[in-house]
């Protein structure tokens, strides 16, 4: 008596759960994803060859530009409930007299970038929802002797986060003078250790060099 032979089938995978899943997982990204905001000033950093990284955390930027104006950043802290940015903002606000409302510390808390925007002008800046006004108000940190803004920024960050260091981030035709000057406020608040934010320059090898 013959066998009887059966059918034979090829195995057969179902991808459908796994596609949608990843449908799903896309979808969130792109909405919850946020575009990187701008600096508010064109930065051409000179080239090093340190290849140091920048920490992520406890680091206040200075951004100089190169037509004299400086603009300032902080993180808001390694953990999430030290939000450290509101924090100084509101220091701040009471060495000149003004508060702010608790929307207007949600805004200037998330907000992506440098600053350089006058403490009289900072509720106006927080206020507007339009960026191209907003640019209109970052006229850079005022530092003349009269009103020594940056010199009280640095004060009460530090005071808020005492791990705080200081980062510059220098466009290479920055003014001299604005140079010195950021270095004489950070020293005189014992600030005396700073790193610098640089473009990593390009190995040149030497062929004929390597040969030889």
Not at 61 to 77: A, H, R, V
Not at 131 to 159: C, F, H
Request: aromatic content about 8%; glycine content about 4%; hydrophobic content about 40%.
């Amino acid at each position: 008596m013959p066998k009887i032979k059966l059918p034979t089938k090829s195995p057969h995978i179902d991808m459908t759960p796994m596609v949608d899943t990843f449908a799903v997982i896309l979808t969130f990204l792109l909405l919850t994803a946020q575009m990187r905001q701008t600096e508010p000033a064109n930065v051409d950093t000179p080239f090093s060859i340190s290849e140091k990284p920048t920490p992520d955390f406890n680091m206040m930027t200075f951004l100089l530009s190169n037509d004299g104006k400086i603009f300032m950043n902080f993180d808001n802290g390694g953990d999430t409930l030290t939000k450290f940015r509101p924090k100084i903002l509101v220091e701040v606000g009471k060495r000149y007299g003004i508060e702010f409302t608790d929307i207007q510390q949600r805004e200037f808390e998330k907000y992506p970038s440098s600053i350089g925007v006058p403490i009289e002008k900072m509720k106006e800046f927080l206020d507007n929802k339009n960026m191209a006004e907003r640019n209109k108000l970052q006229t850079g940190i005022p530092m003349d002797s009269a009103d020594n803004q940056l010199a009280i920024w640095v004060l009460y960050a530090r005071q808020v986060n005492p791990n705080v260091q200081a980062c510059i981030k220098g466009d290479s035709e920055a003014h001299f003078e604005t140079v010195e000057k950021l270095l004489d406020i950070l020293q005189d608040k014992n600030v005396n250790r700073f790193n610098l934010i640089t473009s990593l320059e390009a190995a040149k090898i030497n062929l004929e060099e390597i040969q030889q």
